[in-house]
Nanobody, 121 residues
């Protein structure tokens, strides 16, 4: 089995910072792309940032220059540093990863349970 567990969400005032993390565990052979998504009430889930196994990144236009995604391949972890937070960043943040399990061919998508980020004005 494979698990993704997010941590680090919380309540912060506008202009503040938060760092959310995601840890992958279980029978993992390798991890390719990883990413952070978010879903605000009444809205569709959207991609916030993604990072390849080689460290290449891409960001949603709404977070460029404010958020930074990173990963530690040795630890199977991923982080999202969020600065200059705005009320519109309020959402549940989910991590996702394409993981190949030990003894199982091919990659499939796994999701964490989500962590709430609330930005007050």
């Amino acid at each position: 089995q494979v698990q993704l567990v997010e941590s680090g969400g919380g309540l912060v005032q506008a202009g503040g910072s938060l760092r959310v993390s995601c840890a992958a565990s279980g029978s993992i052979f390798s991890i390719s792309a990883m990413g952070w998504y978010r879903q605000a009430p009444g809205k569709q889930r959207e991609l916030v940032a993604a990072i390849s196994s080689g460290g290449g990144t891409n960001y949603a236009d709404s977070v460029k220059g404010r958020f930074t995604i990173s990963r530690d391949n040795a630890e199977n972890t991923m982080h999202l540093q969020m600065n200059s937070l705005k009320p519109e960043d309020t959402a549940i943040y989910y991590c996702s990863a394409k993981i190949r399990r030990l003894g199982v061919p091919g990659y499939r998508d796994y999701w964490g349970q989500g962590t709430q980020v609330t930005v007050s004005s």
